[in-house]
């Protein structure tokens, strides 16, 4: 059933062996009568790394005899015989029943083949381990393969490594099979060495991996030591021993413990909103920047990371001062200062700082040590005051302290404010219960950031919220408002009744003290070295004070370097990747603690930090408010990929949490409050701005997308209005660029106001590559938001243009999202090439009104397609470009609306390029030149172009100029429900447009031309747009001059069918397979609408010849009865030398009302 054992030394050996390339048919392995099952074992890596040498290439691989896939099925040695003829081979699986019946090597199986996997060969695939080199052999050939629990197939089994990203610091990055691996066919060459395609890392694959290798000694902290005591530290700051008594005294035990609870609930709410974003995936580096970031995008986080390590910066400053200004007391006391009070405190501060600074950059490990001293020394503090309310000290009860008694905790329950309020009080102790993130900020220091930030924040919010509760209570009921020092401050027996405060229980009145101007020196209101004095050792208080300040300037000297790090590393703001380098294995930011230590020895040195601080507060709450708004806006916008492992959230807790934030920002300071979201509104703005290359998949990006899918649901639920319609163009342009006049003119009207697909038809007789298809899509959809063209690019392949144009006309848009109009650019080189190409452009047009489309059609006589024209497409940024995209945007297949005019001198070369029968082969590739012609171009890239180009050129970028003073004159003949007249109204709308005055000219009767004018001014006035001039033509219906007529005649002489001239079933033969022919009956029959085309183009060069755009009705050409020759000459004449002219017909049905 199983191999022979190995020994570990044989194992080494064996696979040293086969790793050869050269190993062929000798290769160890399984005989016939052993099991095939073999486990490939990426996951065990670790395991083989220890009894092998890393940089061995086997490292992850152990032969198949170590290690057999328990009750693994032998193989029937009669399928080893059978082995397809050529790259692949059919691999069966034996049935169990027969497992130990002999089988002859030729008998040929009958159900094995039908139920084996295709295996592919060395030659065919590449390695699902995306950079470790597998060899897989098998018993007869030199067949490599991966296996899969047992079974020959290159499919993988699910596997963490494919889910990592590049640089993934936990493991090695695996690249599973592509579909195309799967399930193309096998067309591929067998590659050299047996090298699997795509098994080389890349440069950016192999730095990561050697990154991730040398990490291998970084220091990583748990949830105690890297979250736990970092947040308790910062959270009992120098408020609790120093401002903590006052509070009491001011506000009282019941509403003190209520300031405390509301501090609590915020930082509790925002503790759950850090816990579910650090649960939902993994948490690197950077703490509230990186969880905002990738949680709103880079806006906000780019915004509130800046603000962010500057107030962490700033806070260092903060706590040093603090520090050194008690240290400053105690040297008064004792009459050693060196200077003066302020100068001292620079001085201490700046020597303090520097020695932080040593303890930060020594190293992560150091910067731990020296914590969880600091958390000793003030816990020992804690509990040494704790200890002292218990011990009542005679001495100490002139000073107010008298234990713990029922009437001293009555007095003070309630509150006594002099010169505060509940909000100013509340403001003063609300930053001692910021440092709630102090964890969170390490984040790439922490083993497990998914587990550590929930349990060491939320945990750390309990125990010191508990603490502070424990100490307003306590202080609030052993300790009276006023003391004055005073030993002889007793009441005698016969004043007792008189005496009503607490204190006089205990034979003392300080009634004396509170009426004096100066007031007592004593109690809780007045001296803040309470709590130094109730405690059972007084210098343990001090120690507790300094443990206080210096561990909270050594979290912020730590925090604001890491998050600043993080923000350069993702380069939202470019001139600050100077501080993105990290040193040695932690990858400390040793830059970043530099301009940390700038910053904060720049405010030790003002030690004037009151109108500071307040602002330094805002900056934390606006990050707080941020990180609740994070997970409201995650939860709202119910992306699939918002799944915290952390369930205990609620997004409209976390939204009551963000309001919450922003009311304490107010009541804190009103002035910071406005002063923080100014500047984070300012570089909100800034980033938003330079919008930096990246996406984190933000849920801002999930809720426009949730908002999108549910107002487009919404609006199809809805019928279309008249006063709602809008253009809605399908326009024909093949690659975005290839057509600029076409794009520019038409995203002039719907810009900001309909919908806009870019159609592309892509034909061919070979077989699509629909892969080439979705890159071009995406490729060429950032080239129109890169040139804000508001459009999008839908491209289809398809055996001719007519059958892709029904795709489009069918298929393109979403909802009442959809097309309701096809623009395409004229034909120029109709009377070129292949004339079933003019029917198929016709039956474009025919089917656009099938499907109840308008039509639109632009003509410049320059022509529209300039893909042609070397040098064009420089348009697209050079990192779209790929090698041959020039090809690429060349290969247009102009069909549909080629522009190559044959009046131009090069008519026979522009014939050719534009022929699409000559094109039709090659434009469907995307990857192969299809014109000769171009590689002379691209040779002599510095020859000019020649006038007609140069013409082109020039007249494809008229329509992203402003247009100056000049008119749209707008030729409405026939009413087609509006369109005609709506396209120049939104035209004129537009800013490059407004200088331009609209021009209605009309047909009419000589007799009636006054009365038909009053009745289209009315009609105008009614609908509400403004025009310049109506002229009504009533010489319509005059003959055109001869010359033309004749003219006429000539240049359709070439496609009459002149059936009179033959035998009717030749003509009928002749008519069937060239519908396009004219017959002499249809000419006679529309000779009438024929005169009227020559007619109105004399008008049109009478009346327009110096308009900016002309808007005309486009002529209706029956099915069946006019050919496509006959509509063609129309539209010829009728817009041949004119200005740029757009011929407009709608789906008939009303797109304008003048009813409210």
């Known amino acids: 059933m199983s191999a022979p054992s190995v020994t570990p030394p044989a194992a080494a050996a064996a696979e040293g062996e086969l790793l050869r390339p050269d190993a062929g048919d000798n290769m160890p392995g399984p005989t016939h009568s052993q099991s095939r099952f073999q486990v490939d074992l990426v996951a065990e890596a670790a395991a083989a790394v220890e009894d092998k040498s890393p940089s061995s290439e086997a490292s992850t691989t152990v032969p198949s005899s170590e290690m057999e896939t328990p009750g693994a099925v032998p193989e029937d040695p009669g399928t080893s015989g059978e082995e397809a003829k050529g790259r692949f081979r059919v691999v069966n699986f034996a049935d169990p029943s027969e497992a130990g019946s002999p089988v002859s090597p030729d008998t040929a199986p009958a159900e094995g083949v039908r139920n084996g996997d295709t295996v592919m060969s060395e030659s065919s695939l590449h390695s699902s381990t995306g950079g470790q080199h597998h060899y897989h052999y098998d018993t007869h050939t030199n067949t490599y393969y991966l296996r899969t629990f047992g079974h020959n197939t290159i499919d993988a089994v699910p596997n963490i490594d494919f889910y990592r990203q590049t640089a993934a610091p936990l493991g090695e990055k695996l690249i599973r099979p592509t579909l195309s691996e799967l399930h193309d066919e096998l067309d591929k060459e067998p590659f050299e060495d047996g090298f699997a395609n795509g098994d080389e890392l890349t440069?950016?694959?192999?730095?990561?991996?050697?990154?991730?290798?040398?990490?291998?000694?970084?220091?990583?902290?748990?949830?105690?030591?890297?979250?736990?005591?970092?947040?308790?530290?910062?959270?009992?700051?120098?408020?609790?021993?120093?401002?903590?008594?006052?509070?009491?005294?001011?506000?009282?035990?019941?509403?003190?413990?209520?300031?405390?609870?509301?501090?609590?609930?915020?930082?509790?709410?925002?503790?759950?909103?850090?816990?579910?974003?650090?649960?939902?995936?993994?948490?690197?580096?950077?703490?509230?920047?990186?969880?905002?970031?990738?949680?709103?995008?880079?806006?906000?986080?780019?915004?509130?990371?800046?603000?962010?390590?500057?107030?962490?910066?700033?806070?260092?400053?903060?706590?040093?001062?603090?520090?050194?200004?008690?240290?400053?007391?105690?040297?008064?006391?004792?009459?050693?200062?060196?200077?003066?009070?302020?100068?001292?405190?620079?001085?201490?501060?700046?020597?303090?700082?520097?020695?932080?600074?040593?303890?930060?950059?020594?190293?992560?490990?150091?910067?731990?040590?020296?914590?969880?001293?600091?958390?000793?020394?003030?816990?020992?503090?804690?509990?040494?005051?704790?200890?002292?309310?218990?011990?009542?000290?005679?001495?100490?009860?002139?000073?107010?302290?008298?234990?713990?008694?029922?009437?001293?905790?009555?007095?003070?329950?309630?509150?006594?404010?002099?010169?505060?309020?509940?909000?100013?009080?509340?403001?003063?102790?609300?930053?001692?219960?910021?440092?709630?993130?102090?964890?969170?900020?390490?984040?790439?220091?922490?083993?497990?950031?998914q587990l550590a930030i929930p349990k060491g924040t939320l945990l750390a919010i309990l125990i010191t919220g508990i603490v502070y509760l424990g100490v307003a209570v306590s202080t609030g009921s052993c300790i009276v408002r006023d003391a004055s020092g005073n030993m002889n401050d007793t009441v005698s027996s016969q004043f007792m009744a008189n005496c009503t405060d607490a204190s006089c229980k205990f034979g003392f009145d300080f009634s004396a003290c509170?009426?004096?101007?100066?007031?007592?020196?004593?109690?809780?209101?007045?001296?803040?070295?309470?709590?130094?004095?109730?405690?059972?050792?007084?210098?343990?208080?001090?120690?507790?004070?300094?443990?206080?300040?210096?561990?909270?300037?050594?979290?912020?000297?730590?925090?604001?370097?890491?998050?600043?790090?993080?923000?350069?590393?993702?380069?939202?703001?470019?001139?600050?990747?100077?501080?993105?380098?990290?040193?040695?294995?932690?990858?400390?930011?040793?830059?970043?603690?530099?301009?940390?230590?700038?910053?904060?020895?720049?405010?030790?040195?003002?030690?004037?930090?009151?109108?500071?601080?307040?602002?330094?507060?805002?900056?934390?709450?606006?990050?707080?408010?941020?990180?609740?708004?994070?997970?409201?806006?995650?939860?709202?916008?119910?992306?699939?990929?918002?799944?915290?492992?952390f369930k205990y959230y609620n997004m409209w807790v976390s939204l009551a949490g963000a309001v919450l934030c922003c009311v304490v920002m107010f009541v804190i300071n009103w002035w910071a409050a406005l002063f923080t979201n100014v500047i984070v509104l300012g570089l909100y703005i800034y980033v938003s701005y330079k919008k930096p290359d990246v996406n984190w998949g933000s849920s801002t990006q999930a809720l426009t997308y949730h908002q999108a899918l549910t107002h487009t649901l919404h609006l199809s639920g809805v019928e279309d209005h008249i006063k709602n319609f809008r253009p809605q163009c399908l326009v024909m342009t093949g690659y975005p660029n290839s057509r600029p006049a076409l794009l520019d003119l038409v995203h002039s009207f719907t810009k900001n106001v309909g919908l806009m697909i870019c159609g592309h038809v892509r034909t061919g007789y070979r077989r699509p590559n629909f892969k080439d298809l979705a890159t071009e899509q995406s490729r060429y959809q950032r080239w129109l938001l890169k040139n804000e063209t508001k459009a999008f690019y839908t491209p289809v392949f398809a055996e001719d243009m007519r059958q892709g144009s029904q795709f489009l006309l069918q298929a393109a848009g979403l909802g009442r999202l959809r097309p309701n109009t096809l623009v395409m650019g004229f034909k120029n080189d109709w009377r070129d090439g292949d004339m079933m190409n003019v029917e198929m452009y016709m039956s474009i047009i025919h089917d656009a009104f099938d499907f109840q489309y308008g039509a639109v059609i632009l003509r410049l006589k320059e022509g529209l397609d300039v893909s042609h024209i070397h040098g064009q497409d420089d348009l697209l940024s050079s990192q779209e470009k790929s090698s041959g995209m020039k090809d690429v945007i060349v290969s247009i297949d102009t069909s549909k609306d080629s522009d190559g005019d044959s009046s131009k001198p090069s008519s026979k070369a522009t014939s050719l390029q534009n022929s699409p029968a000559t094109q039709?082969?090659?434009?469907?590739?995307?990857?192969?030149?299809?014109?000769?012609?171009?590689?002379?171009?691209?040779?002599?890239?510095?020859?000019?172009?020649?006038?007609?180009?140069?013409?082109?050129?020039?007249?494809?970028?008229?329509?992203?100029?402003?247009?100056?003073k000049g008119t749209v004159d707008v030729w409405w003949l026939f009413d087609d429900g509006g369109l005609t007249l709506l396209i120049p109204y939104l035209l004129t709308n537009k800013k490059r447009w407004k200088d331009c005055k609209i021009r209605v000219f009309i047909g009419g009767k000589i007799n009636r031309i006054d009365h038909d004018r009053r009745a289209m001014a009315t009609l105008l006035s009614k609908f509400r747009i403004d025009f310049s001039d109506i002229t009504v033509l009533g010489d319509i219906n005059t003959k055109p001059k001869k010359e033309h007529v004749a003219a006429f005649e000539e240049l359709i002489e070439p496609y009459r069918l002149k059936e009179d001239d033959m035998e009717q079933e030749a003509a009928e033969h002749l008519k069937n397979s060239e519908p396009w022919r004219i017959t002499d009956n249809e000419l006679e029959l529309y000779r009438a609408k024929t005169n009227r085309q020559i007619r109105l183009n004399e008008l049109l060069k009478e009346h327009s010849s110096t308009a900016n755009l002309i808007v005309i009705s486009l002529p209706l050409a029956r099915k069946g009865a006019v050919s496509s020759a006959l509509y063609m000459a129309w539209l010829e004449v009728l817009s041949k030398e004119l200005p740029p002219i757009l011929l407009v017909r709608g789906n008939h049905q009303s797109v304008l009302t003048f009813y409210s």
Request: proline residues 4%; hydrophobic residues 50%; glycine residues 10%.
């Open 920 to 964: 039709k082969d090659d434009d469907d590739d995307g990857k192969t030149p299809t014109q000769p012609l171009l590689k002379k171009d691209k040779k002599n890239m510095t020859v000019p172009l020649n006038v007609c180009d140069q013409r082109l050129l020039e007249a494809s970028q008229q329509f992203q100029k402003k247009q100056g």
């Open 203 to 449: 440069p950016a694959e192999e730095a990561a991996t050697k990154e991730a290798l040398e990490s291998k000694g970084v220091v990583k902290f748990g949830w105690i030591k890297g979250v736990l005591v970092r947040c308790m530290l910062n959270i009992w700051g120098v408020m609790l021993f120093i401002r903590m008594s006052w509070i009491v005294g001011e506000a009282g035990i019941a509403l003190s413990c209520l300031i405390v609870a509301m501090a609590t609930v915020v930082t509790t709410i925002t503790g759950l909103s850090t816990s579910a974003i650090a649960t939902n995936g993994f948490v690197r580096g950077g703490g509230a920047y990186y969880l905002i970031s990738r949680s709103l995008g880079p806006e906000f986080g780019g915004s509130i990371g800046l603000i962010f390590a500057f107030a962490n910066a700033v806070a260092v400053a903060m706590y040093v001062v603090g520090f050194a200004e008690t240290v400053v007391e105690l040297l008064a006391g004792f009459d050693a200062l060196m200077t003066d009070e302020l100068n001292d405190i620079r001085i201490i501060g700046t020597i303090t700082v520097i020695l932080l600074l040593g303890i930060s950059v020594a190293g992560m490990e150091w910067e731990a040590k020296a914590q969880i001293f600091l958390l000793f020394v003030l816990i020992t503090a804690i509990f040494n005051y704790f200890i002292g309310t218990f011990i009542p000290v005679k001495s100490k009860e002139s000073v107010g302290f008298f234990g713990y008694d029922g009437s001293i905790m009555w007095e003070n329950m309630g509150p006594n404010f002099r010169g505060e309020t509940f909000f100013s009080v509340f403001a003063i102790f609300f930053p001692a219960a910021t440092g709630i993130l102090a964890g969170a900020n390490i984040s790439g220091d922490l083993a497990d950031p």
């Open 514 to 645: 509170k009426s004096d101007k100066d007031g007592c020196r004593y109690g809780l209101q007045n001296d803040f070295q309470v709590m130094s004095m109730v405690s059972g050792f007084g210098p343990i208080i001090t120690a507790g004070i300094f443990s206080a300040t210096l561990s909270s300037a050594l979290a912020s000297l730590v925090s604001a370097p890491k998050v600043f790090q993080a923000l350069c590393k993702d380069n939202i703001y470019p001139s600050l990747t100077l501080f993105a380098k990290g040193y040695g294995k932690n990858n400390e930011p040793l830059r970043g603690y530099i301009l940390t230590f700038v910053i904060a020895l720049a405010f030790i040195l003002i030690a004037e930090l009151n109108i500071i601080a307040p602002i330094i507060s805002n900056f934390f709450l606006a990050s707080y408010a941020l990180i609740n708004f994070s997970v409201f806006h995650a939860s709202l916008a119910n992306s699939p990929g918002w799944r915290p492992s």
